[in-house]
């Protein structure tokens, strides 16, 4: 059973930064597709980022290019974000989700993600 668990959310003004991580664990990070997806109050969720499984592709969605970094630790089977000059809009709960083996390229649609995570709220102050 693959399982995936977000941390380091939390409450910073803006322009600052936060780290985010998500752990894989039943499979190893390195062979599928994860991505972060992020959902505000009364919004529909949102993709942000993702990366691949076999190599380091990224790919971002327009509105976090240049800020937020996509990254993976094969030998600590994580997946971060790190997000920098954070904006109000960015307030949301993020989440982790991995892909099966059918997705061979990073997708923006979390209908190709097959396991989610909790995730972890993010909050922006202005």
């Known amino acids: 059973q693959v399982q995936l668990v977000e941390s380091g959310g939390g409450l910073v003004q803006a322009g600052g930064s936060l780290r985010l991580s998500c752990a894989v664990s039943?499979?190893?990070?390195?062979?599928?597709?994860t991505g972060w997806f992020r959902q505000a109050p009364g919004k529909e969720r949102e993709f942000v980022a993702a990366i691949s499984g076999i190599g380091y592709s990224t790919r971002y969605t327009d509105s976090v290019r240049g800020r937020f970094t996509i990254s993976k630790s094969n030998a600590a089977n994580t997946v971060y974000l790190q997000m920098n000059n954070l904006k109000p809009e960015d307030t949301a709960t993020y989440h982790c989700?991995?892909?099966?083996?059918?997705?061979?390229?990073?997708?923006?649609?979390?209908?190709?993600?097959?396991?989610w995570g909790q995730g972890t709220q993010v909050t922006v102050s202005s």
């Open positions: 989700a991995a892909a099966g083996p059918r997705l061979t390229a990073n997708s923006n649609d979390s209908n190709d993600y097959d396991y």
């Open positions: 039943g499979r190893t990070a390195r062979t599928y597709v």
